[in-house]
C-alpha cells in the first residue's frame, strides 16, 4: 500500500535520517513535549507504541499502567478521534475517511490516502470539526483506541469512589 502510495523504502534505508539521529533532535526541541502542545490522531496505538519506542530508545512496557506512564512523560496531552468519534452519538465508526465525510471535511486535491502528510491534514481537519463538541474531547482526553474501554472503566470507578468519599 505505501509502495503504490510512492514511498521508495530501499532510498530511504539508505539516505533517510537514523532512529539516533531523529531521537536527539526530536528531544532537544522541547516544544514539541510542552505541556501545552495536544497531539492528535486516528487509531494511535501503534503510532504512540513506535514513538515511543523512538525516543525512549528501549522496549516498550509491558503492561497498559507503565505504557502510559512513560508516554505522559513525553506526550501530557493527546487526542485519538476514532476514541472520540465512538463517544459521539451522532457519528458511525469507521475509518478516518469516513469521519472526514461525516463531519463534512476533505483531503487537499490530489493527496493519497494513507501518506503521513495527507492523513495528518485530514486529521487535525477532523479534530478541529469536532472542537463544538468539548465535553467529549475532555472525556476522552489522552485515551488510545485499543485501551479506552479499560481506561473509562477505570475513570467511572475513580468517580465513583470520590463521590462515595464526599
Same mark, same amino acid.
Given at each position: 500500500?505505501?509502495?503504490? #502510495?510512492?514511498?521508495? !523504502?530501499?532510498?530511504l534505508a539508505h539516505?533517510?535520517?537514523? *532512529?539516533?539521529?531523529f531521537r536527539e533532535s526530536v528531544l532537544a526541541?522541547?516544544?514539541? !513535549? &510542552?505541556?501545552?502542545?495536544h497531539w492528535i490522531g486516528f &487509531?494511535?496505538? *501503534?503510532? !504512540?507504541?513506535?514513538?515511543? #519506542?523512538?525516543?525512549?530508545?528501549e522496549d516498550l512496557p509491558t503492561d497498559v499502567p507503565d505504557f502510559f506512564y512513560s508516554l505522559g512523560t513525553y506526550v501530557s496531552t493527546f487526542h485519538d478521534l476514532k476514541v472520540i468519534s465512538e463517544r459521539c452519538a451522532d457519528l458511525q465508526r469507521g475509518s478516518l475517511n469516513k469521519l472526514a465525510e461525516q463531519l463534512c471535511v476533505s483531503r487537499d486535491e490530489g493527496s493519497i490516502q494513507h501518506t503521513a502528510g495527507s492523513d495528518s491534514k485530514l486529521t487535525a481537519r477532523c479534530f478541529f470539526a469536532l472542537t463544538?463538541?468539548?465535553?467529549?474531547?475532555e472525556e476522552c482526553e489522552n485515551m488510545i483506541y485499543t485501551f479506552h474501554y479499560d481506561q473509562l472503566q477505570a475513570r467511572e470507578e475513580?468517580?465513583?469512589?470520590? #463521590?462515595i468519599a464526599r
Open positions: 500500500m505505501l509502495t503504490r #502510495a510512492g514511498i521508495d !523504502f530501499e532510498r539516505e533517510g535520517i537514523s *532512529h539516533k539521529i526541541n522541547g516544544g514539541l !513535549f &510542552h505541556p501545552s502542545c &487509531h494511535t496505538d *501503534h503510532d !504512540f507504541a513506535y514513538l515511543l #519506542a523512538l525516543l525512549s530508545g463544538g463538541r468539548e465535553s467529549i474531547l475513580q468517580q465513583t469512589l470520590l #463521590a
